[in-house]
């Protein structure tokens, strides 16, 4: 009988019975897929397209001056890139002379790979936030692998090398997740809320007065409210004397060796 099954259609075989559960069965999964995606307030996903191996070309350490004894802060921004909102953000950055990092996803990465590169090329700190946004404490360990590295492919075809460190969605991770990252795992010490408030006001609120020199801020280049808030957050940051840097220059600054699998919320002096 197995023999039959593998050489030709097996005519015994009821197919319409079998087929259309695996089809029903398909359809649930992906569909439940996605109403999960939608419910983290995600944007839907683009039309995938293989992204091109574009060698990118990185500046070499922008000299900002000495850092020394200065109040440092780095912007961090999630769940990117964002359509039109990424590279409103860079224009931003770019007339503000400001330096942010962002933790981009994979399957967004891979859209829109034009947008990962010139963040790199402009000075920025481009780093992982897993493909697909999903809680991978709540996958099984060969699922959470698979998204891991999915997403280190993908950055490793947008920007020619690993990423060196990882933000796990959710802020969610545990023992086996950290094994399966393989980078270190950076969280914030700052949360802006700006998916919650969308409201550039409440956003400039939540970050300027309460960042110390140190924090790690949390944003979403996702939403218009908090590109507006931008300017505001830096001008704001700026009056009270600190200087912007990306997460690996503020380790560095704090003299903080960055270690595989440890999780990192702000380097206070
Ligand atoms: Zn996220």
Redesign the pocket.
Known sequence: MWAKMRFGINKNVPWLKIGLPIVVGAFLILGVRGTFRKNTGEQEMLTPEAPMRVQVKVPEKVFRGSLVGKKLVALTF??GPGEGTTTRLLDILKEKGAVATFFQLGMRMRVMPEVSQRAKEEGHEVES?TMY?QNLVMLSKSEAEADIREAQGVYREVLGEENRLTRM?YGNSSEFTEGVVGTPLLYWSVDSRDWESKDAEKVREAVVGTTRDGSVVLMHDIYDSTIEAIPGVIDGLRAEGFEFVTVLELAEERGVKLERGETYFSFYP
Do not use: L
Request: aromatic share 0%.
């Open positions: 999630d769940d936030h946004h969605p």
